[in-house]
């Protein structure tokens, strides 16, 4: 069964930093790309980083520079490291396996795992 489950999501101060994380089991997970997609209100769901089973990294330019994807097979973890944030990155984020430039948003956040919620005050 596959699971997926985000966490590390809440409350931060504009430019301060938050990390995520996700746990995933129930799949061949060190053969699959993994990402996270975003949720932000009133827009459709985006991806915002991907990284390749041979840790080749993605990122939307609107996190480019601010924003680190990792994964750690061993452990079956995807990690999300925001740096500088800003009031527009607040959404609910998604971890989505076989993520990638070439899969659109549609249908991806909400119909793995959870999400978990990251919000940024001024």
């Known amino acids: 069964q596959v699971q997926l489950v985000e966490s590390g999501g809440g409350l931060a101060q504009f430019g301060g930093s938050l990390t995520l994380s996700c746990a995933a089991s129930?799949?061949?997970?060190?053969?699959?790309?993994m990402g996270w997609y975003r949720q932000r209100p009133g827009l459709a769901c985006e991806l915002v980083a991907s990284?390749?089973?041979?840790?080749?990294?993605h990122y939307a330019d609107s996190v480019k520079g601010r924003f680190t994807i990792s994964r750690d097979n061993f452990k079956q973890m995807v990690y999300l490291e925001m740096d500088s944030l800003k009031l527009e990155d607040a959404a609910v984020y998604y971890c989505?396996?076989?993520?990638?430039?070439?899969?659109?948003?549609?249908?991806?956040?909400?119909?793995w795992g959870q999400g978990t919620h990251v919000s940024v005050s001024s």
């Open positions: 989505v396996p076989g993520a990638s430039p070439e899969v659109p948003g549609d249908g991806q956040c909400g119909s």
């Open positions: 129930g799949f061949a997970f060190d053969v699959l790309a």
């Open positions: 990284v390749s089973p041979a840790v080749d990294r």
